[in-house]
Structures are given as structure tokens and as C-alpha cells.
């Protein structure tokens, strides 16, 4: 069912529902590594980073952990107005998820689900998750999601995504 199909207040709802869900369920479709073949709209684009850090702090204000070089983005788009930022780094992984900011386009995707992002994009960041993986890249354990506040702001050759969870926790990552 496309936009028009849905109208203006079904799309929103969708929007809202799988925005409820939280980043658990997008990491679990989001990377879950295989897309429909005939996906116009979905899907994903990738690129390795020369420089990135990744920072977390706890909600008293101490790093929880170092701050590793992320070696990789990932813009995932499995809605349309809706996308996540993944940084990969070694050992882990940092997820910002969320919309669109007003007046901002989503990535153009082809049928194989190869997208190019819009530049410059604005995303309003709704949750967060973290994982720790193993040396092959895999989860050795159930992300850990949580809603948090902030915003990426996505640029051709440079990306900075900050966010707050209520209790104070924050997590940033640049390139």
C-alpha cells in the first residue's frame, strides 16, 4: 500500500508505530541483511570513515566506555521518512535512529536496495542502541536500546549525531 493508499494520518501512524517499537525491532529489520529485490524507496547505503569517534556517558556524566575509531557508516532506510545511522566500530556497534526532520528527503533507493542520501540531511534522533560484537562482526548480545532526544546532522564528508536519554545518558559520534 503506497502514501496516497494510506493517506496522511495512516502514514503518520505507521510512522509512530514503528517509531514505538523502539531500536530493538529496527535493528532487527534494519539489520537483519536482506531486502526485498523489489524494495523502490528501501534500503541502505554504506561507506568506510577515515576518522570517527564514538563517545558514551553515562547518566552521571563518566564515560562508560572508551572511545573507539569507528570504521564504517551505515544509512538505513526501512520506511520512508524513517533512518538510521549506524556506526560500526571494533567490538561495537552505535545506532541513532529516528525521522526525517521537516522538509528533509529521504535517501533515493533502487529496486536492489541501493540508496543515495539527499545532502545535506537532518535527522531527529528518537533512540539509541548499543551492541557489543565479536571479531566477526556478529551481536554477543541483545542490542541495548534506549529513547533518547538529539539529532544527526548527515553532510557528504562529514556526519555528527548527539542524543539524551531522560535519565542523562548520552552518546555522540562524528566523522
Known amino acids: 500500500m503506497d502514501a496516497t493508499a494510506m493517506g496522511a494520518d495512516g502514514?503518520?501512524?505507521?510512522?509512530?508505530?514503528?517509531?514505538?517499537?523502539?531500536?530493538?525491532?529496527?535493528?532487527?529489520?534494519?539489520?537483519?541483511?536482506?531486502?526485498?529485490?523489489?524494495?523502490?524507496?528501501?534500503?541502505?547505503?554504506?561507506?568506510?570513515?577515515?576518522?570517527?569517534?564514538?563517545?558514551?556517558?553515562?547518566?552521571?556524566?563518566?564515560?562508560?566506555?572508551?572511545?573507539?575509531?569507528?570504521r564504517s557508516l551505515r544509512l538505513d532506510q526501512t520506511i520512508e521518512g524513517l533512518l538510521s545511522a549506524r556506526f560500526l566500530a571494533n567490538g561495537q556497534e552505535l545506532v541513532f535512529a529516528g525521522s526525517l526532520a521537516t522538509g528533509q528527503r529521504p535517501m533515493r533507493c533502487n529496486n536492489d536496495g541501493l540508496c543515495k542520501p539527499e545532502w545535506p540531511t537532518?535527522?531527529?534522533?528518537?533512540?539509541?542502541?548499543?551492541?557489543?560484537?565479536?571479531?566477526?562482526?556478529?551481536?554477543?548480545?541483545?542490542?541495548?536500546?534506549?529513547?533518547a532526544k538529539g539529532q544527526c546532522t548527515i553532510q557528504k564528508h562529514q556526519i555528527q549525531c548527539q542524543a539524551q536519554a531522560g535519565d542523562g545518558e548520552e552518546w555522540r559520534a562524528s566523522s
Open 11 to 70: 502514514l503518520r501512524g505507521a510512522r509512530q508505530l514503528l517509531t514505538g517499537l523502539g531500536l530493538g525491532g529496527w535493528m532487527l529489520v534494519a539489520g537483519a541483511g536482506a531486502l526485498p529485490a523489489a524494495a523502490e524507496g528501501f534500503g541502505r547505503w554504506e561507506t568506510s570513515l577515515d576518522q570517527c569517534q564514538l563517545e558514551h556517558r553515562g547518566a552521571d556524566g563518566h564515560r562508560q566506555s572508551g572511545e573507539p575509531s569507528c
Open 122 to 147: 537532518q535527522l531527529i534522533v528518537q533512540t539509541v542502541a548499543h551492541a557489543a560484537l565479536d571479531n566477526r562482526g556478529l551481536p554477543v548480545s541483545m542490542p541495548r536500546a534506549r529513547v
